[in-house]
């Protein structure tokens, strides 16, 4: 019986997708963080308040941070 070496085209395509997305979210997650510096704090919104729990829930934080 034969094995394969290495990594077959379905799981090259899986980590690469994988490796796209946890990207995207840390970007997200830090644009998150630079929303938040950037604000005045003049007015507490729901969004606002959101943000900052997005910095402790990480997944929250990087789709706040692309909105």
Do not use: E, H
Request: glycine share 14%; proline share 1%; charged share 5%.
């Amino acid at each position: 019986m034969k094995f394969q070496k290495g990594f077959t085209s379905v799981q090259g395509a899986v980590t690469l997708v994988l490796s796209i997305l946890a990207i995207a979210g840390v970007v997200g997650w830090i644009w998150n963080i630079v929303k938040i510096i950037n604000t005045g704090f003049d007015v507490f919104t729901g969004l606002l308040i959101a943000r900052v729990v997005g910095v402790f829930l990480a997944p929250l934080g990087a789709v706040l941070g692309y909105l």
